[in-house]
Nanobody, 119 residues
């Protein structure tokens, strides 16, 4: 069973940076696709970024492209989300997710970590 545990959220001023971590366990992740989503109060969950565990290829939502970077450390079984140039609009609960491959929906989720950006 896949387990995902996010960390690294917090309060930051606009223009600042945060790095989120997602510790993954429960199986080997070769072939898996890992993602980050967020959900702001009163809004639907939004896709942010994804990365292929094996190949390292990544893609991003337009809203974060050029500001956020997703990466993974195979040795540590951890996925990261480096967030730069944060704005108050980035305030949300951020979730890590996993899926068996890009052909499937994301089916494993972490508990989320709060990111608050003050103006």
């Amino acid at each position: 069973q896949v387990q995902l545990v996010e960390s690294g959220g917090g309060l930051v001023q606009a223009g600042g940076s945060l790095r989120l971590s997602c510790a993954a366990s429960g199986r080997t992740f070769n072939g898996y696709d890992m993602g980050w989503f967020r959900q702001a109060p009163g809004k639907e969950r939004e896709f942010i970024a994804r990365i292929s565990w094996s190949a390292g290829s990544a893609s991003y939502a337009d809203s974060v492209k050029g500001r956020f970077t997703i990466s993974r450390d195979k040795a540590k079984n951890t996925v990261y989300l480096q967030m730069n140039s944060l704005t108050p609009e980035d305030t949300a609960v951020y979730y890590c997710a996993a899926r068996y491959s890009v052909a499937y929906d994301f089916g494993s989720w972490g508990q989320g970590t709060q990111v608050t950006v003050s103006s």
